[in-house]
Nanobody, 118 residues
């Protein structure tokens, strides 16, 4: 079974940038959709951004224009470039994928913490 491992989280000041990476242990071409979810303390997990196998992207309104999702199929890696970060972006960010023809996200990483604070 393919495993997903996130990296790149950390502490950043408001207005700063971070790039998250999600490395898969196998080919990501087997995944229909991949996405970055996030969960802030006391809040429900939300889908921040998603990307199809073909490269079509969608973003939550709260991150549109600031975050960019991408995938490198040759490197079996997905990325999330986060710019103009705000304190409300503070959350655990999870990499996820829809595999095996699933209609829902059935592959998950362990999560990486992003904290935006001065």
């Amino acid at each position: 079974q393919v495993q997903l491992v996130e990296s790149g989280g950390g502490l950043v000041q408001p207005g700063g940038s971070l790039r998250l990476s999600c490395a898969a242990s196998g080919s990501i071409l087997s995944f229909n959709d991949m996405g970055w979810h996030r969960q802030a303390p006391g809040k429900q997990r939300e889908l921040a951004a998603s990307i199809t196998r073909g490269g079509s992207t969608k973003y939550a309104d709260s991150v549109k224009g600031r975050f960019t999702i991408s995938r490198d199929n040759a490197k079996n890696t997905m990325y999330l470039q986060m710019n103009s970060l705000k304190p409300e972006d503070t959350a655990v960010y999870y990499c996820a994928a829809k595999g095996g023809g699933s209609w829902f996200y059935n592959y998950w990483g362990q999560g990486t913490q992003v904290t935006v604070s001065s």
